[in-house]
């Protein structure tokens, strides 16, 4: 039985085709655990022996019910797209766009295609680093925002303060401007001198919290004994980010798979010919070769 399903914040939608395409039947359901186990029963109830999944946006509006089929035993959920979707809802009767046209032509694309599609992956220690690196980057950002709301407060109340602070970058900076003191200014002067109290005293929690998430950051990177520490110069922030990018399980098959991911795959682009670039590189492998 192949289940195509169309999510939405509110609800989502499924539709089910037998080996042969005939419909099976439609459900909807409210996009809650609740909803996901309503899902799961009714599709059980069909009687068929086999159920392959076809999740779109698994990663994110399909995330919850995704990953609450293969945490009940469901092995073959497949990830689809939204632009496949729309291919194949185009190749349907109508060219309505509608929920239901939606998840049948996830469910026509997953008995096409299935075995083409990518699996699900059950979250696992990977995603752990992966939402933690997140927020580490989140919490920086708005750290910089916040240095330089007060650099700029700091800037109109003291102008020549950085050569007697440091850089707003560290403690010592930070502590100068929460005990800075103005007793002859004005009104705009202390209101000025307000701010920024209130802005240092944000930054200083954010260290705390910045140190907090590095901390456990580092302890699930050691724990997961990844081989990437041991490369020159990938410590545990950076180490965290490849392992959550890329996963636990060896998703990425080979090296050029890896570039190509990355984004760094070279494309030959030539105005002397399609085969240029190879024949170039060809030649440099075959000089390199003859010097040694």
């Not at 599609?117 to 979250?123: E, N, S």
């Amino acid at each position: 039985m192949y289940l195509g399903v169309d999510t939405h914040k509110q609800a989502h939608v499924l539709v089910a085709l037998d080996e042969q395409g005939h419909h099976l039947g439609t459900r909807t359901v409210p996009n809650t655990p609740e909803g996901w186990a309503t899902a799961l029963t009714w599709a059980r109830e069909q009687q068929q022996q086999m159920r392959c999944w076809g999740i779109e946006n698994s990663g994110s509006l399909g995330k919850g019910f995704a990953q609450f089929l293969l945490a009940h035993g469901e092995t073959a959920v497949q990830e689809v797209s939204p632009q496949r979707t729309a291919q194949y809802r185009r190749r349907g009767r109508t060219q309505d766009k509608t929920e239901h046209a939606d998840a049948l032509a996830i469910a026509r694309l997953l008995l096409a295609e299935g075995a083409l599609l990518p699996q699900v992956q059950r979250d696992d220690a990977s995603t752990e680093l992966r939402l933690l690196s997140d927020h580490r980057d989140n919490l920086l950002v708005d750290r910089t925002r916040l240095i330089n709301q007060l650099h700029s407060q700091m800037l109109q109340i003291d102008p020549g303060y950085q050569a007697r602070s440091g850089p707003l970058t560290r403690r010592r900076g930070l502590h100068y401007c929460r005990d800075l003191a103005l007793p002859e200014a004005d009104g705009v002067g202390q209101t000025r001198l307000l701010i920024v109290r209130q802005l240092t005293g944000q930054i200083l929690r954010l260290e705390e919290e910045i140190a907090t998430v590095t901390a456990a950051l580092g302890q699930r990177v050691r724990a997961s004994v990844a081989p990437v520490l041991a490369l020159c110069g990938v410590g545990e922030v950076i180490a965290a980010r490849l392992i959550g990018a890329l996963g636990t399980a060896p998703r990425v098959h080979s090296a050029a798979a890896l570039a190509a991911l990355a984004g760094v795959a070279p494309v030959a682009v030539s105005s002397g010919g399609r085969g240029a670039i190879a024949s170039i590189a060809a030649g440099i492998a075959s000089s390199t070769e003859s010097s040694t």
